[in-house]
């Protein structure tokens, strides 16, 4: 079965930085749009950054461009997340998802396999 798992989340300073992976297994992983979604306590999920399946497309939510960089190594299975510049607005449990199509991938709900999350706490 598929299965995405997160990890490098922590707890950090504002102003620092992180790299979260998620690594996939169960599913032909370069033919998939991968995405980054975050939830903060008491809010929805929201979209973060989308990934195309060849790596070649990008997409970042605005509260983050500029800062994120989303990237792949399909010979790896595995996605990342680099994180600069954090803020404390920038804390919540970070989960990565996929999807068959690089279309609307900022759509939560067009999503079809999602992982377990990871926490990211950013303290100022």
């Known amino acids: 079965q598929v299965q995405l798992v997160e990890s490098g989340g922590g707890l950090v300073q504002a102003g620092v930085s992180l790299r979260l992976s998620c690594a996939a297994s169960?599913?032909?992983?370069?033919?998939?749009?991968m995405g980054w979604f975050r939830q903060a306590p008491g809010k929805e999920r929201e979209f973060v950054a989308a990934?195309?399946?060849?790596?070649?497309?990008?997409y970042y939510a605005d509260s983050v461009k500029g800062r994120f960089t989303i990237s792949r190594d399909n010979a790896k299975n595995t996605m990342y997340l680099q994180m600069n510049s954090l803020k404390p607005e920038d804390t919540a449990v970070y989960y990565c998802?996929?999807?068959?199509?690089?279309?609307?991938?900022?759509?939560?709900?067009?999503?079809?396999?999602w992982g377990q999350g990871t926490q990211v706490t950013v303290s100022s």
């Open positions: 998802a996929a999807k068959a199509a690089w279309v609307r991938y900022t759509w939560r709900n067009e999503y079809r396999y």
């Open positions: 169960g599913l032909t992983f370069s033919s998939y749009t």
């Open positions: 990934i195309s399946g060849s790596g070649s497309g990008t």
